[in-house]
């Protein structure tokens, strides 16, 4: 046997980095060392190296494969390994692009080990620096009696695995299932706490016998009074979704987390044309088992507080790869759009890749009414398309691909919208306030037959909860 010793350097700086390793010995079979971090997720296997890693090796050809967040192009070198002695390689990775430079900054925002996870410290001191985030926040979570290997950090920021440029915080997943599996109430991420919210879930997840209560907003609520942010989970399943957007309780919304949910945005779109102002966020949920990441720009140089507030905003885009950028009439997303004179908008834009991108299209109260196709893949480009506004909407930019990326994710990107104000409401609002009038009424049905309560007063409070969305919706649909 032969020793492989692997040196990972940015090519700029000549600074070792953290990264993704995937070693493919002589016969052809993933070799890491005995005591490496393993990814976790779908696609090919990779052991996570702090700058430098030793494996053991017999003679013949090898593969190395080197990876560093989404910033970096991934790095593949063939060495011949002796049959004895040493083979020293160093991999030098190259940035495609340095958001950072031009003040975007890279998180994910939902984050758990689950009760397997043996060396939470040491994944979590390496998470965020191998996926090269700036933000990263796992969180707590209560399901039953397993023992989630991340509720061993308490609700803030943790120092011990920051530094100047990687922020980790520690925040709550509050949820609730109506039979196990099922969406419930739904899932939402407490995010800038201070403090536990509690109940950390409700119903099922707790016990046979917990009641299905309190709401989810009321966690909301909580959140918020200790200065907290609340984004709902996982593409917006719930019944609870639609009555917490209503009645202004969520901050933004996650999107694909985790990423093997099919890519849609139907629940996404109908909340944007009935009006409500939702940034768009992502995250990985499982471990770090995708790229999925939110970027969020502050203008300057990374700050908490600040990539914080853009991501309130909605000065984001959410992507595994690509970064896209969109302006409507020079205005950013997050931006209000007065388009109130002749109605006419300037779409511009923007995008850059490592990977092929094969669609971009520009989306208005959820329709396409621009795109462009690449039958061969585009990694850099831009265009305009001109259009009028006769009501008041939305306008966003979204990429997609045919390639995947090596947790076998198809290549996505997405901005949140641009608002435009027209002063007049349109028929996809009163589309939207009707679908979700009805979902709602569907949902009472559960509450008032199936839903298990300790007293009526319980019931009746979130029945007026579900009533007070309900009318809201009720409002827009005339």
Known sequence: ??????????????????????????????????????????GAPFFYSDGSFEVELGKGPVQITVERGTEYEPATVPVQMPSRGVKTVEIALRRWAVLGAIGWHPGNTHIHYDEKETRPDDRLALDPRVEDLRMTAVSILKRRELDYAT????????????????????????????????????????????????????????????????????????????????????????????????????????????????????????????????????????????????????????????????????????????????????????????????????????????YPVHTVEVMANGQAIGSRVFADGSKSGEFTIETEADSDGWIAARLSSDARDSFAQPVFAHTSPAYVAVGRDGPHKRAAGAAFDQAIERSLEWVNVKGRFYSDSQRQEVVDLFREGQQLYRGMSL
């Open 151 to 354: 509720n061993r950090y308490a609700p803030g920021f943790l120092t011990e695995f920051s530094s100047a440029h990687h922020y980790v915080q520690s925040g709550e997943e509050s949820r609730h299932n109506s039979q196990p599996w099922s969406p419930g109430y739904g899932h939402i991420m407490l995010l800038n706490l201070r403090n536990v919210v509690d109940p950390l879930s409700r119903g099922v997840l707790v016990d046979s016998y917990d009641p299905d209560y309190p709401p989810l907003s009321y966690a909301c609520d909580d959140a918020h009074r200790q200065g907290g942010i609340v984004i709902w989970c996982h593409n917006g399943q719930g019944m609870e979704a639609p009555v917490a957007a209503a009645l202004g309780k969520l901050d933004a919304f996650n999107l694909f987390d985790p990423g093997w949910n099919d890519a849609e945005y139907d629940i996404y779109y109908r909340m944007l044309n009935a009006g409500f102002r939702l940034p768009a966020s992502t995250g990985s949920d499982w471990f770090i088992s995708s790229a999925n990441r939110v970027y969020a720009s502050t203008g300057a140089a990374f700050d908490y507080a600040d990539w914080l507030g853009a991501l309130q905003a909605g000065r984001t885009f959410i992507t595994n790869g690509p970064a896209v950028f969109l302006s409507v009439n020079g205005e950013a997303p997050g931006s209000v759009v007065d388009a109130s004179g002749d109605g006419r908008l300037t779409v511009d834009v923007r995008w850059d890749s490592h």
């Open 1 to 42: 046997m032969s020793k492989l010793i692997g040196v990972v350097v940015d090519a700029e700086t000549g600074q070792r980095v953290e990264s993704r390793v995937r070693v493919l010995a002589p016969n052809g079979m993933f070799a890491h060392p005995t005591d490496a971090i393993l990814k976790v997720g779908p």
